[in-house]
């Protein structure tokens, strides 16, 4: 399963990659986001716990996971490794590149999927990826986008 998400933010790639970088804050402007809580912080990242709804329509269903976060600041880049949850082996990467004025961001999502006997690899390729990664991760990029602009 490989989803891929795009956004710009017209603003500072600096402030793009530390808006980005600061997931402890993400609940504070993306309303998607139950908690997001650093269990072993590090200066490059560390493990970080997250908590996110997925609205459909008038229900929200709840996501769970935990990642080891890794900040690339050189290349402007954040991998996870999901260690725990039902996305477990999951590899994450944010992308942040300069381009005339604003940030073009993307979030690559890849996994086996789930170690589901006979419909792992379906649930992740028409239900996990499509719609719940690809759900949380556009509205997690629109709400990045907008704290960016955010004057």
Known sequence: MRT???ITAYGSLARAFDIACAVERWPRFLS???WVKLLEPRADGGLVEMAAW???GVFRYPTWW?????IIPAEHRIVYHHVGGITQGMAVEW??????GAV???IIHEWDGPT???IG?????????????HGIASRTLTGVKQETERA
Request: aromatic share 12%.
């Open 54 to 56: 997925r609205p459909f």
């Open 32 to 34: 998607h986001y139950r």
């Open 95 to 100: 992308s942040l590149i300069e381009n005339s």
């Open 104 to 106: 073009d961001i993307s």
């Open 116 to 118: 589901w006997p006979l």
């Open 4 to 6: 891929v998400d795009q």
């Open 121 to 133: 690899n379906l649930a992740a390729d028409w239900v996990i990826g499509p719609v719940f990664i």
């Open 66 to 70: 935990i990642s080891q976060m890794k």
